[in-house]
């Protein structure tokens, strides 16, 4: 007589522990992942071989294969093996006979294919093809624990072999699902707080700016009349320009800031990326003479890129800047490309102080800045006029080592 009684009680030990880890760990920004994926799976593995299935008197089979299986796709090698040690540490705890040796087997067999099927797994775009990936490597630990165990026992009969197979696939199915569903709506929920971040920053800004121009205004207007005004000597006419001038520079980034803040409506042209880093180059050089630091521009390219043209100025001074700023002493910000099928990357990489994970994750944030004087808005509005543009941005860094920061943009022609 086949019972199957006790199937749901073991489906929901090995979901509860993959609900626990999404809802509490993974928001947090752990540092390492495959770590916390491996306490889960071990903590699976534990509870499926302490309460295994018995279908039948004597026809007993647990589902431990499936967080080993799982450890490894989600949490890479390591966190593979880290289960499989747990796994066999437990297995040895139960008892030395001879499910111990095919546990063993099983999982000198399957590792060399787990190696491969990782690195098809991490290439795979669909759920789907992940998924099938991860049955058909899960088909062949099953199969090699039926083959043993029919050597050891003489009792088993195709309804047990397909209940193994199916209650196999089946909680696979659903473990994969949970896991794909809840980090997909981590992945979500992320993205939207970071447009919504980066919406109100637009929000703050265009106030600001607005604020600040009226003022500025009031003084323009003055400074102008002094300058028109007979009784004055000709050293304080020649300070009065340069105020006047100075005054609709700070204008003209006021106005930058509202132009961005207006969620980019501005017009896009093609631009040059080559002769853009040219003048960026030159723009900054006196900034960094000043801080000891050499700029390498190895930008050739003249690959044309759709972008407003003040904007893309502000982007590449923005990062640049940043980049002469994160240098203590004395160092150098190189600036190279590489041009892929649609998309050129632009990389700025500085030698300076670095930033750790946690700094890392704080980029971006409104007015997140660690210098006196600094705004906290620059990477802002960097990756705002990133995400205007259709690019991504990657950051790498190492503390006392360096930033390298990559801009990917869309190319029109090369
Ligand atoms: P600000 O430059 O005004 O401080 P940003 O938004 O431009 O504001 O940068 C925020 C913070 O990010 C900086 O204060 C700095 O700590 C860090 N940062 C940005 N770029 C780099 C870099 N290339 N190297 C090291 N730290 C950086
Ligand atoms: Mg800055």
Redesign the pocket.
């Known amino acids: 007589m086949i019972r199957f009684d006790n199937y749901l009680f073991v489906l929901l030990l090995n979901v509860v522990p993959i609900f626990i880890y999404y809802y509490y760990f993974h928001k947090l920004k752990i540092k390492n992942k495959s770590i916390f994926t491996s306490i889960y799976c071990s903590v699976i593995v534990i509870l499926s071989m302490t309460f295994p299935l018995e279908i039948a008197p004597g026809h007993i089979y647990d589902l431990r294969t499936i967080p080993w299986v799982v450890a490894f796709f989600y949490g890479g090698f390591p966190a593979g093996l880290i289960t499989t040690i747990v796994m066999a540490i437990y297995r040895y705890m139960i008892g030395y006979n001879e499910g111990l040796m095919v546990t063993f087997i099983i999982v000198l067999l399957t590792l060399p294919i787990l190696y491969f099927a990782i690195k098809k797994f991490n290439q795979a775009k669909s759920h789907i093809k992940k998924l099938l990936i991860i049955c058909l490597t899960l088909l062949f630990p099953i199969s090699i624990d039926l083959i043993a165990t029919s050597f050891f026992t003489n009792k088993i009969t195709l309804i047990f072999v397909v209940y193994l197979y199916l209650s196999h696939i089946v909680t696979l199915i659903i473990s994969i699902y949970l896991i794909e569903s809840l980090s997909y709506q981590e992945r979500k929920k992320e993205h939207m707080q970071q447009t919504e971040r980066i919406r109100l920053i637009g929000e703050m800004a265009a106030s600001v700016a607005h604020e600040i121009r009226n003022p500025l205004t009031v003084v323009k207007g003055y400074t102008h009349l002094l300058k028109e005004s007979s009784n004055i000597t000709s050293k304080q006419q020649e300070m009065l320009s340069l105020m006047s001038s100075e005054l609709v520079r700070a204008e003209n980034i006021i106005n930058d800031y509202l132009s961005l803040a207006r969620t980019n409506e501005g017009t896009k042209e093609q631009i040059n990326l080559g002769k853009l880093l040219k003048k960026v180059e030159e723009l900054m050089s006196p900034y960094a003479l000043l801080n000891n630091v050499k700029i390498y521009n190895q930008v050739q390219t003249p690959c044309i890129i759709e972008a407003g043209q003040d904007e893309i100025l502000q982007l590449f001074i923005?990062m640049i800047k940043?980049?002469i700023?994160?240098i203590e002493y004395t160092g150098e910000v190189v600036i190279s490309e590489k041009i892929t099928e649609n998309y050129i990357r632009i990389n700025i990489t500085?030698n300076?102080?670095?930033?750790s994970e946690e700094?890392l994750n704080r980029?971006g944030t409104p007015f997140?800045?660690?210098?006196t004087q600094?705004?906290?808005?620059?990477?802002?509005v960097c990756f705002n006029i990133i995400h205007h543009l259709n690019g991504k941005i990657k950051i790498k860094?190492k503390v006392k080592k360096g930033?390298t920061?990559s801009v990917y943009l869309p190319i029109v022609s090369k």
């Open positions: 923005n940043n980049a700023e994160a500085d300076g102080k670095g930033m700094e980029l997140y800045s660690t210098k600094g705004t906290g808005i620059g990477t802002m860094s930033t920061c």
